[in-house]
């Protein structure tokens, strides 16, 4: 896309890129009603209509599985001198999505691309209207750092777009805000603001299913007008625009000639925008597969098929028949208690007859399509802790472990999704002149009682930024979106100091003999962190990380020089540590040794390539 593109040229371009997710937008339309079933915002309904919510079913056991608590985030680099720079930048990428309360944000991005097959996160600095100069030079906007959810019904894209959606020449999103606002801020064209249309109560958004009452007569404090902010990576630009209304030619009132505002984009490289995908891509196509798309067809047939049971067995009766010459011999029947005799001319007479009830092979057909929507929807039914459909211990085996890969995968593009906002939001810190966050850390010190885990305050300012932003890849930590209950972690921590860590201990002992390099310490940190573990610091004193916290802690040289002398020697780094007479006797049972060997040259020192 040209730089200097008009705006009545990108206007026109906008319009047709909400024209060309119309399809996509009452497709889910369509399939949020059936999440939110068909009692949600309706004094009364048709009972029994929709009995087996499985959309419902499947997303609440979905859902859980992979997002349940803030993300935890890991920076790394290739640099080591960066290490301590990552670990403390990290920290505060912990700290600023606990603020933002990411895990509610996450949520909705899931539901969004199950529901539509793209979930979009934004991530910028809310402009503030204040300007600070840095440096003389430097014009900074000192705004909140914000990542929000956008609607899959206010996003729009490039509509000649026929590949990747991150490969668009621009994409932007609508959102509703008081025209008072963009008139007070200074920051929009108040003139053309001033001819702005109010937003109409019915035109908000398609998802609005709670807005059952439609409102008028608002006051002018309260006016609202539809804004659409497009980011064009290639003029480096974001600009300001009316929205489309949907029921005109072409644009949101008469066509401007020039833009409510337009500046230069202060984003990451790969713009503010991050998506998540949870099914395969569509090739030449930007938009992917929304999964409830498979599932609803066998949602619907399930729902239909359980209702003509069920009415099936309403419409089940059991009557009594009889001659009308046995008459008075059936009345004396109804009449007598359970047990009793009575004495009839015609017992043949008399006869119970059922009618109706419900037919066991439509009964069968119902656990057929539940066994199905399991099927395409990587089934629900046992991740949801609910009994599997299966005649053997094995073939529930091999159902849950298929269940498993689907969710290993699912959760696999939410982290690395997740990862990819979090750059985002590490760039804007590291990029910030005027950070200043106060975070804290745990770590062990040695008291005289022994080592002791302590809490120790830091501060992320712009004095500890180390490296360039590339040198930094990002992840987040294996299963720290998830959340376990109790007796799990119990279970876990016991199984791994009863079982795992001796078998550990034994493997450090085996290459300790054999010669090789191994690093027991942190084999054992490590494997407890990804067994959850996070509180294994506060009772496990390594010695060998403390040293290289120091190591790198200690940047002068002379620094280094003095802790290498002290290595050597144990002690100071200009005498040799003390000997305890044991230890001297030893060392004169070994010179004989010793020397033998130098002749037999099998004590000489080995050179490395």
Known sequence: MPANLSPRELQLDVYRGFRRSYNFRMTRMMFMKAYVGHYYDTSHGDHGTEPMNLIYHSIRALLPQIVMSNPKYTMKSEFAEHADYG???????????????????????????????????????????????????????????????????NFVFDPNLRGPIHKAQWMGDKSRVKRSYLLDSGLYDNEMVEKLPSASEVSGGGSELSRSMIQTGRTKWNDEVEIVEIWIPGANKIVTLAAPLGNSSSVNGPVQNK??????????????????????????????????????????????????????????????????????????????????????DDPEGIQT?????????????????????????????????????????????????????????MRNLVYEAAASEGRKRAWYLHTDPLLDMTLGRRKTEMTPNGPQPVMESIRLTPEVRRGDFL???????????????????????????????????????????????????????????????????????????????????????????????????????????????????????QQGANDAQAGLGINQPQQYG
């Open 259 to 344: 833009f409510l505002r337009e500046n230069d984009a202060f984003v990451p490289h790969d713009g503010p925008y991050t998506f998540l995908t949870l099914t395969p891509p569509v090739p030449g196509n930007p938009m992917a597969i929304a999964p409830v798309g498979i599932w609803y067809d066998l949602h619907a047939m399930t729902n239909r098929m359980v209702v003509k049971v069920v009415d099936q067995a309403d419409r089940q009766k059991d009557i009594v028949m009889y001659r009308r010459s046995a008459a008075d011999d059936a009345q004396e029947a109804l009449d007598a208690p359970d047990g009793f005799a009575i004495g009839v």
């Open 353 to 409: 007859v059922s009618f109706g009830g419900q037919k066991n092979e439509n009964l069968a057909m119902t656990g057929y399509l539940q066994t199905w929507f399991n099927t395409m929807a990587s089934n629900p039914q046992a991740i949801g802790g609910q009994a599997l459909d299966s005649d053997s211990a094995t073939e529930a085996q091999i159902l849950q472990s298929n269940a498993d890969v689907g969710i290993a995968d």
């Open 471 to 589: 040198d930094w890849h990002f992840e987040v930590e294996p299963e720290s979106m998830s959340r376990m209950d109790t007796q799990t972690r119990i279970q876990r921590a016991m199984e791994f100091v009863g079982s795992q860590l001796p078998a550990i201990v034994q493997t450090g002992m085996v290459m300790m003999q054999m010669g090789l390099p191994f690093d027991l310490p942190s084999t054992i940190t490590r494997l407890a962190k990804e067994a959850g573990m996070d509180w294994w610091d506060e009772v496990w004193f390594d010695p060998m990380f403390q040293n290289k916290v120091a190591f790198m802690i200690a940047q002068s040289p002379a620094m280094q020089k003095g802790s290498a002398g002290m290595a050597k020697t144990g002690g100071t780094g200009n005498a040799p540590a003390p000997m305890n007479p044991m230890k001297a006797l030893n060392q004169g049972f």
């Open 87 to 153: 670990d403390l930048m990290a920290l505060g990428l912990n700290f600023n999505a606990k603020q933002l309360k990411l895990k509610d944000t996450f949520r909705l991005w899931m539901i969004d691309s199950i529901l539509g097959g793209l979930g979009t996160l934004k991530t910028g600095l809310a402009a503030s209207g204040d300007v600070i100069t840095f440096d003389d030079e430097t014009q900074i906007d000192p705004g909140q750092l914000y990542t929000d959810f956008v609607e899959f019904d």
